[in-house]
């Protein structure tokens, strides 16, 4: 079987990714301004979770059926009360709290994978916890503090999509005007390891959509690299301090939604 070769411009973006990877290791910096961003070829855009709007993702749609009853705590296998769930003064890291966020929006996503399900949705996505995926020997933890690191990761069924989802946590919180260096590796690592994969040697793009859990906070974050830059599209950050049900809901949205978009064109 004659080998593919790599296009010339595939290789440029492959090279171009891991220099900026070793170059923002090298910083040994936590967090950075839209400046210092910017700096590094960097570019932040805007993006919202809404299907309407002209700033929502490129590469990835929501799941737009509405329809589904809201889950009731038994349902999602248990409440989510956000700080008043705090009983234990040592429990108040933004780890901690992003690990409890995380097991609340998995039940969401359970919870409503099975219901599309049985309305003869099938998910065009594989789940898998970090350490059964192909991305668990990448380095997308870190222990010493801050730390940071990846729950999960999905990738499509359809072996012609690059695109990637991760669930990831940092144990500080950004805001939004800031990135933080553990959400900027593991996109890094993760779009870096797919342009490696032989089976996507014809895609120019690797889509990567992070779920980004920061103690009661959080966002997503496409990011894409384009030209000689990377683009990173967070959304604002959402407040879980006491809750929220409608976030979890269009976190799960987005989360059970379709890869789009031409992977083999620069966008």
């Not at 309305?119 to 801050?146: H, M, T």
């Not at 669930?167 to 950004?174: D, E, K, L, P, T």
């Not at 103690?215 to 950050?237: D, N, S």
């Amino acid at each position: 079987m004659t080998r593919v070769a790599e296009s010339p411009a595939r290789r440029q973006v492959r090279v171009a990714l891991r220099d900026l990877a070793l170059n923002i290791k090298s910083l040994a910096v936590d967090e950075f301004d839209l400046q210092q961003l910017e700096n590094l070829s960097i570019n932040v855009d805007s993006m919202v979770l809404d299907d309407m709007s002209s700033e929502k993702p490129i590469y990835f749609a929501p799941y737009s059926d509405h329809s589904f009853p809201e889950p009731n705590d038994d349902d999602l296998h248990g409440s989510y009360n956000g700080v008043d769930d705090e009983t234990d003064p040592a429990f108040t890291r933004p780890y901690d709290r992003a690990y409890v966020m995380d097991m609340h929006l998995d039940s969401y996503i359970s919870y409503y994978n099975l219901k599309a399900k049985r309305e003869g949705y099938r998910s065009p996505w594989v789940p898998k916890c970090i350490g059964d995926s192909a991305f668990g020997n990448i380095g997308l933890y870190r222990d010493e503090q801050p730390e940071f690191g990846c729950f999960s990761t999905a990738e499509p069924k359809d072996p012609a999509c690059p695109h990637v989802k991760a669930i990831i946590y940092n144990n500080m919180v950004a805001t939004d005007s800031t990135i933080l260096f553990g959400e900027l590796m593991p996109i890094l690592r993760i779009m870096l390891k797919q342009y490696w994969r032989a089976k996507y040697i014809h895609s120019v793009v690797s889509p990567v959509l992070v779920f980004s859990l920061m103690g009661v906070h959080a966002r997503v974050i496409e990011a894409i690299f384009q030209g000689q830059e990377l683009i990173i599209r967070p959304t604002k950050l959402y407040d879980f301090s006491h809750v929220n049900p409608s976030a979890f809901k269009t976190f799960t949205q987005w989360y059970m939604g379709k890869p789009i978009g031409d992977t083999t064109k620069a966008s």
